[in-house]
């Protein structure tokens, strides 16, 4: 069993859409959960870093942690066709452990 | 501020070589992480560097090794490569030996074995 489980996509969805991107992990020792856009040809930028359960917005951006559960997502709010990109789910406990990244398509 | 920079962007090895690969980290990040990343795959960890040691490391072989220098640059090397070998080798530097701290990435060095 991977230790954090991505749904690769990919995923389409009209420009103004609100967008929900998920993970679920086995390791229930992880505090630390980053969510990271990597474009194409690119190395992935940082969008959210949270510690341990609960919310976080930044912009039109929300992250969530649901350590119960197991699960954390991402929700993009007025998607954009810039916002066409794969996104990865990261976790920590004294090293990181990504997902295998989701592919949004914003269509115009 | 200056970002994370890797060099070369590409490189075309065969089987059997060696191949040396090089980062920069940002300017004030004294941690610097080295990952492999497959096609269709997210990056796998695979050794971190804080202060010209090494600090953690995942499951590769001991012929990835790498070093880093005073200035916090940091070097990926890898003997007798092999097919699988191929992917985007991604260099990410952080803050103070803190594994858990974000991780801020180069855009990579893409290697490819023939």
């Known amino acids: 069993q991977k230790e954090v489980e991505q749904d690769p996509g990919p995923l389409s969805v009209p420009e103004g859409a609100i967008v929900s991107l998920n993970c679920t992990y086995s390791?229930?020792?992880?505090?630390?959960f980053m969510w990271y856009r990597q474009y194409s040809r690119k190395g992935p930028e940082l969008l959210m870093y949270?510690?341990?359960?609960g919310n976080k917005e930044d912009g039109r951006f929300t992250a969530q942690v649901d350590k119960s559960s197991k699960y954390i997502s991402l929700f993009i709010r007025d998607s954009q066709p810039s916002d066409s990109a794969t996104y990865l789910c990261?976790?920590?406990?004294?090293?990181?452990?990504f997902g295998s990244g989701t592919k949004l398509n914003v269509k115009p | 501020e200056t970002g994370v920079t890797q060099s070369p962007t590409h490189l075309i090895k065969t089987r059997g070589q060696q191949v040396t690969l090089r980062c920069s980290s940002q300017?004030?990040?004294?941690?610097v992480s080295w990952y492999q990343q497959a096609l269709g795959q997210g990056p796998q960890f695979i050794f971190q560097?804080?202060?010209?040691?090494?600090?953690g490391r995942g499951n590769f072989p001991p012929r990835f090794s790498g070093l880093q220098f005073p200035n916090y640059s940091s070097e990926l090397n890898v003997n007798a490569l092999e097919l699988d070998d191929s992917a985007l080798y991604l260099c990410?530097?952080?803050?103070?030996?803190?594994?858990?701290?974000?991780?801020?990435f180069g855009d990579g060095t893409r290697l490819s074995i023939l």
């Open positions: 990410a530097s952080s803050l103070e030996g803190d594994a858990n701290q974000p991780q801020h």
């Open positions: 390791n229930s020792a992880f505090q630390y």
């Open positions: 949270t510690y341990s359960s």
């Open positions: 990261a976790m920590s406990i004294n090293k990181f452990y």
């Open positions: 300017s004030g990040h004294n941690t």
């Open positions: 560097y804080y202060r010209e040691e090494e600090n």
